[in-house]
Structure formats: structure tokens, C-alpha cells
């Protein structure tokens, strides 16, 4: 084998020295491998930079905004009077009281030292967390050990410590009581766990490639060499407590690897370059008629290749959509005595997994599911790729109660598959919609075609339902239940929505605010409400329905955009009217947005540019948005309101109390307005815990600058009910019912007070 090898290399040298031609390609294809390797090998060491700086970074970021979460859940019990009575002995209950496993939210140690720093009393939950009893003092004073002590007992510290081998975020607090000027009665200390943020299996460690996170001493922890896994140090801002802690990341040496074999790929196509010339320079006659056949020959498959890849999906091989409707004429021919279902499923929130795997392992799942359908359905079915991550098949049974229970089985079996992909564990979660093919063979072929296509779109259209209402079932387009036809209901009044935004048929209508604190003043805040015109009836009308079929149909954007543009416009042109001056200086006027609206990064820009546009004054606008804002993105929501607030919009958030967001949503986000809705205002007359919850909610408007207002006043005694709770502002049929938002002049809006009622309610 070798003296072969030493025969070859001694040809290729004299092939070399007789060709000068071949001699330049020797010499180019040397120069291109050191210039390419010179490339990769760059590249790669960038590359491995930029990803340890930027997982360090998104670590670091973490824990941080743990430690400021922690500090301010500290701080919230440490300026409390309960906690200050405690630590100076006059609250013996406080914990019995005051303090259990959920307003610890999940932080497992509570403690409260004296002035000098020694233990007074804490809490600890237990093992699994529903649960608190007393610290034990074996426990405490070992916290305290690891803990750097604080000199200054006015100061606040958020440290990084080790328990018994568990990372710690604790934060020491001054205890100074509610109004957070007295001089500190002690400290207090919460500990949180760091388990599921340094957690190496989760999803976000593994998404970064983390083999490994380790809390060791500053400098302590070795280098794994140059095959890694390397060991990335994480910059932190927070104190590492006794021990002098850091957090290093342990990540696979991925780029390097990848750097290696791509310079090996080269390695081998500068060879395989070579080679190629080499046959090329010295090939005779009789090898030339020879390639020429071979090429004609490849010539001819690629023609019969490319008149199939137009049916066949080049990913999956499964056929292609266009391919499908041709095939289901001829299926249905073949099968006539048969009945026929077309499914339709789609692999849900697989963008997760582009994003999560990677492109290239995706297609793989993708490649996993098309080789599944093959294997586990009849070979009378048809199967195909319609889309990114959307299949279709055929079904083929004697009864029609037999087939959708064979389609359920089906749609059972594909959420139940389990792939591994690179020792990445992956279940899927499909939507799936069907639809009965009935095509009569009479027809032309052309018609059967389109009853396919028809066919298909409808299938879709039932799995689009599907995945809407969460069903755990196959959604049938033709089984006449209530969920298809609410959904067609649903996209038709979406096309209505759709044609008065095209057609003008939109206008706004005005419903006024009482200011209860000086009734005898004219109104102070109006909102602005939608109302869609028939233009048959010429009457104007809304319905909640609108909202859900613009969600639904994904015009809701385009609906704020219109709204917001034409109050805008409007109110703009209303100022620079002569009647004007009827408008008192400090009224705004409210217009709702959406969520999605308020969180779009381009948002604030347009806004900006549309007020310019029509000489509005940015303070006469108030946004109303729901809490629905706090709970998808609180920090872009707080934000984007900062910036615009500082520059004089106003913010509300509407019919608070009717979801689930937290009181604390209240104080982080900058709002000028909170409109408690109509039905929490009328159970506060029943409920005493609700009466309470609304107390709160003025005083802490009283406390953090804004102002409540009481939704649905229909009657003077709710009116005087509502000024008794201590609600700034009413809004209701009582103060107006909504009309058409006209001009200035017009003086509805702008002079009407509830001195009137107030004085009725009291007599």
C-alpha cells in the first residue's frame, strides 16, 4: 500500500516539473490554503470571543437583575413598621402574622440582625416550599459567616455567597420602617437560591452550550486546556461575600472544533483541486469522449430529477402542495370505494425550535416527521408538506365514524413522538384540522383540481381553529359545531372592521370623566371611544366581538393605527379653531392602543411624528392601555411610557381589577391614570375585602402621583359612593352616555360638572 502511494507522489512531482501550467496551480492552490486557513482560524477565534463575551454578559445580566428584584422585594418589607417593631422586640408575632411560604415568593431564608450585626430572629422554608419555621440558629450563624459583614448599617449590600454547597443571591437591608427616614432599628436579610438561574440543563444554558456553571473562589477554578471546555469568568457587580466568589461559565469548545474541520475541508478541496487538474492535464483522447458521454448521461438524469423535484418537497421528499391537489383526483379514483378524509396538522410553536436547535437540526425534525408519516401510515395514503411546518395527509375507510376516529388516533400519536436530535430531547405539540373529500369523478379534471385545492384551504382553515381554542382533538371543517362557525363568524366581521377602515366608516365618540375632588369644574378627562357606522342603517354601533375579531384576523394594529391617527388629526385641528378656548388648559383626552402597539420599537417614533404632523400638544394625549401591557413585556412597556411621558403623554390603565396583574405593576409603571373597572367598583358596595383593595389602590395612587378613576357610574348614590372611597375621577352613563365627538363649540364635553348630582346624592 505505501510503495503505491510513494508511486503516485513520485508521478505527480514529474507531472509538476514537466507543466509549468500545473506548476501555477500547485503554487495557487498552496497560497489559497494558507490565505483560507489564515481566514477560519480568525474567524474562529472572533467568533469564540464574541460568544464568551456575550454569554457572560447575558449571565452576568441575569443574576444582576435577580439581585435587583431581590433588593427591591427587601426593601418593600424593610421600610415596613411591622418589620421595625420587630427587630426592636415589640412585634412578637410579626412572623405568625405577617409571613409565610407565599410572601416569601420562593426566597428560602428570611432573617433580622441588631445594630451590630447579630441574629434576632428568622424564617426558613421548607424542603419543598410550602412551608416556613423557625431558622435554626446553626443555620443562621453559618449564613452569617459567608456573609461580609456591613460597617455602615445605613448602607444596603446584595452579596454572592455558598451555603452548604448552594449559590446564594442575600441581600442586608436597613430597617428604618414605612417612611424610610428614621434612623436604621437593624438590618434584615433575604436569601435567594440561584439553582434555576446557574442551573446548567436549563433551556437558556443549553440553548448557550453550557456544559457546566461553577461558583468557586475568585481564581480558583483550572483552564480545561485547548480542547476546552473553556472556561469563561463572569464579570459581576454584585459583592462575593467571605469566600471572594465568582461564576464561571464551562462552555463547549465548539468554534475551535468546527474551526479544525473546516480547515481540514479545505485541506482536502485544495487536494481534490489538484487532483482534478491533474487528470485533467494529462487525460488523453479516449477520457475526453468518455467525460463528454458521462456528462451527456448526467445531462439526462438531472432533466428527469428536476421534472420531479417539482413535486417532491426537497427537504422531506413527501410531495409537494401543488402535488397534492393533483394527486387527490387520481386517489380518489383508485380508492372509489372508499371513504376520504384530508388532514391538515401544523407543528406548534416550532419557531422555538429554529430558535432554540438551530435551522439545520429543525429541518432534521422536519425530515424525522416525513419519515414517520411513511413509515406509520397505509400506503394508500398521500402525504405532503404544505408549508414550513405544516403537513398534510390523506386518509382512507370504510365508515365515516371509523375515519375520524383513525384521524383522533393520528393526531394523538404525532403529540406523543418524542425525537432525539443531538441528545436534545424534543416532543412535538401538533394542531390539526380535516376536511371530507367528496369530489364527483364526473367533473373535469380541472374542476377537481380546484374542489381539491378548495379541500385544502378549508382543512387548513379548521387546524388555524384548532390551535385558536387549544383543542385537543382534530377540528373537522364540515362537523357543523359551534367552534368553525364562530371562527368564520369571526374573520367576516374582521373584513367588515377591515372595509370601514378603507371606506371611512369609523369615527370616534367622546364619553367624559367627572372630577370629584372639585365637582363644580368643567370635565377633566375625556375618553375617546370607536364606533363602526352601517352603511345601510347609517346608525353607529360597537361590539366586543370587533376587538376579538381583529385579534383573530390580525388587524388589531392596523385598527389602533387608524384610531389613533384619526383622534390625532382631529383633536388637532380642534385646537386651532376660534371655539378652542371653551377647552380648559388642563384636560386630556384618552385614546385605547393594544398592547402589541405599545411594545412596537417603532411606536414611539411614529407617535412622535404623527403629533408633530397636526400641531397637537403632546400633554392634551392620554394613552389607555390594559394590564395585559404589564404582562407580556414589563421593561420595554415601562420604557417606551417613560419616554413618552417625559415628554408630556399622559398613560391610564384601563378596567383594572379584571385580570391577574400584580399591585406591584402599579408602582413600576409611570401612569398618570388607573380606571378601576365597573364590575369591581360594584362589588366594593358588597365585598368588604374588595372596598379594601380599592382603598389601597387610592392611596397608593395618592402616594406614587396618579389618579383612580370608577368606571360604569350609572346612578347619584354610586356617584357619592364612589367620592366616599376617596376615587378621584367617575366615568359612566350618569356623567355622559357616549355621543359624537364634535366640535368645541358643541359644550357637552367641555362644561358639564357633577356639582349638580353630588348635591342630589347628599340631600
Known amino acids: 500500500m505505501m510503495r503505491a502511494w510513494r508511486h503516485r507522489w513520485r508521478r505527480f512531482r514529474r507531472s509538476v516539473q514537466r507543466n509549468p501550467r500545473l506548476q501555477g496551480w500547485v503554487a495557487i492552490s498552496a497560497g489559497s490554503f494558507v490565505v483560507g486557513a489564515a481566514l477560519i482560524g480568525g474567524t474562529t477565534a472572533g467568533s469564540e470571543r464574541s460568544r464568551n463575551a456575550l454569554v457572560a454578559a447575558a449571565t452576568a445580566e441575569r443574576l444582576e437583575n435577580r439581585a435587583h428584584a431581590l433588593e427591591q422585594f ?95 443571591l442575600v441581600n442586608i437591608q436597613p430597617i428604618r420602617g414605612t417612611n424610610g427616614l428614621g434612623p ?119 432533466s428527469a430529477q428536476e421534472g420531479s423535484s417539482t413535486h417532491r418537497d426537497p427537504l422531506t421528499g413527501l410531495l409537494v402542495s401543488r402535488a397534492l391537489v393533483e394527486a387527490i383526483p387520481v386517489h380518489l379514483k383508485r380508492y372509489s370505494d372508499f371513504r376520504h378524509v384530508l388532514v ?28 414517520w408519516l411513511e413509515q406509520n401510515l397505509h400506503p394508500s395514503s398521500l402525504m405532503a408538506r404544505v408549508g414550513g411546518d405544516k403537513f398534510a395527509v390523506t386518509l382512507i375507510g370504510m365508515r365515516e365514524s371509523s375515519l375520524q376516529d383513525e384521524v383522533n388516533r393520528l393526531h394523538q400519536q404525532l403529540n406523543q413522538l418524542e425525537f432525539n436530535v443531538d441528545n436534545a430531547f424534543l416532543n412535538l405539540s401538533v394542531s390539526s384540522g380535516a376536511r371530507t373529500l367528496k369530489i364527483s369523478p364526473d367533473l373535469p379534471l380541472a374542476q377537481q383540481e380546484a374542489e381539491a385545492q378548495r379541500a385544502m384551504e378549508e382543512a387548513a382553515l379548521a387546524c388555524d381553529v384548532a390551535k385558536l381554542s387549544h383543542r385537543q382533538t382534530c377540528q373537522f371543517f364540515d362537523s357543523g359545531d359551534g367552534s368553525m362557525q364562530g371562527y368564520l363568524a369571526l374573520q367576516a366581521r374582521n373584513q ?23 365637582p363644580d369644574l368643567p370635565a377633566h378627562y375625556v375618553e375617546l371611544l370607536t364606533r363602526l357606522r352601517d352603511p345601510a342603517t347609517g346608525r353607529w354601533s360597537w361590539g366586543e366581538d370587533m376587538v376579538e375579531a381583529a385579534n383573530v384576523g390580525g388587524s388589531m394594529g392596523r385598527l389602533d393605527r387608524h384610531v389613533l391617527q384619526l383622534a390625532i388629526a382631529r383633536l388637532g385641528g380642534y385646537l ?89 405593576y402599579l408602582r413600576d409603571l409611570p401612569l398618570d391614570y388607573v380606571k378601576i373597572d365597573k364590575s369591581f367598583i360594584r362589588r366594593c358596595e358588597m365585598e368588604r375585602s374588595s372596598r379594601m383593595v380599592v382603598e389601597f389602590i387610592v392611596q397608593l395612587g395618592r402616594e406614587l402621583g396618579f389618579r383612580t378613576v370608577a368606571e360604569g357610574v350609572e346612578t347619584a348614590q354610586m356617584l357619592r359612593y364612589v367620592k366616599d372611597l376617596g376615587i378621584g375621577l367617575a366615568q359612566g352613563y350618569l356623567t355622559t352616555r357616549p355621543i359624537p365627538f364634535c366640535r368645541p363649540s358643541d359644550g357637552w364635553i367641555f362644561a358639564a360638572n357633577g356639582a349638580a348630582v353630588l348635591a342630589q346624592a347628599e340631600a
Open 184 to 302: 436604621a432599628a437593624g438590618q434584615l436579610l433575604f436569601a435567594e437560591s440561584l439553582q434555576a438561574v446557574l442551573n446548567r440543563t436549563s433551556r437558556l444554558n443549553q440553548a448557550m452550550a453550557i456544559e457546566d456553571v461553577v461558583v468557586a473562589p475568585r481564581g480558583k477554578h483550572p483552564d480545561r486546556g485547548f480542547w476546552g471546555p473553556l472556561a469563561i469568568r463572569v464579570p459581576l457587580a454584585i459583592e462575593s461575600g467571605r469566600q471572594g466568589l465568582e461564576v464561571v461559565l464551562e462552555r463547549t469548545a465548539s468554534e475551535r472544533r468546527h474551526g479544525l474541520a473546516a480547515i481540514g475541508i479545505l485541506a482536502g478541496a485544495e487536494l481534490a483541486f489538484l487532483a482534478t487538474a491533474i487528470l485533467l492535464q494529462n487525460a488523453s483522447q479516449r477520457q475526453r469522449r468518455y467525460l463528454e458521454l458521462n456528462q451527456r448521461r448526467a445531462q439526462r438524469k438531472r
Open 496 to 518: 367588515q372592521l377591515l372595509g370601514a377602515i378603507r371606506d371611512d366608516q369609523l369615527d370616534l365618540f367622546g364619553q367624559h370623566a367627572w372630577d370629584l375632588e372639585q
Open 74 to 168: 427587601s426593601k418593600d418589607w424593610a421600610t415596613w413598621d411591622e418589620t421595625r417593631a420587630h427587630v426592636l422586640g415589640r412585634n412578637p408575632s410579626f412572623y405568625g402574622r405577617n409571613v409565610s411560604a407565599d410572601t416569601l415568593a420562593g426566597k428560602p431564608v428570611m432573617a433580622m440582625l441588631n445594630q451590630q450585626g447579630q441574629l434576632v430572629s428568622g424564617v426558613v422554608l421548607s424542603a419543598d416550599g410550602q412551608r416556613v419555621r423557625p431558622l435554626p440558629s446553626a443555620l443562621g450563624q453559618q449564613l452569617l459567616e459567608v456573609t461580609t459583614p456591613i460597617a455602615d448599617i445605613q448602607r444596603r449590600s446584595t452579596q454572592l455567597v455558598n451555603l452548604k454547597g448552594q449559590p446564594l
Open 576 to 664: 386651532r379653531l376660534p371655539e378652542a378656548r371653551f377647552i380648559p388648559p388642563g384636560m386630556v383626552f384618552a385614546v385605547n392602543i393594544t398592547p402589541d402597539t405599545l411594545l412596537d420599537e417603532a411606536f414611539t417614533d411614529q407617535l412622535l411624528q404623527l403629533l408633530n404632523d397636526h400641531a397637537l400638544p403632546v400633554q392634551r394625549l392620554c394613552l389607555e392601555i390594559t394590564e395585559q401591557v404589564a404582562l407580556r413585556n414589563p421593561v420595554q412597556a415601562e420604557r417606551t411610557m417613560e419616554r413618552l411621558r417625559s415628554l408630556g403623554v399622559s398613560f391610564a390603565m384601563d378596567d383594572f381589577g379584571t385580570g391577574m396583574t400584580s399591585l406591584g
Open 344 to 371: 391538515h396538522f401544523d407543528l406548534d410553536r416550532f419557531s422555538q425550535v429554529n430558535n432554540g436547535l438551530g435551522r439545520q437540526r429543525a429541518d432534521r425534525v422536519l425530515i424525522a416527521v416525513g419519515r
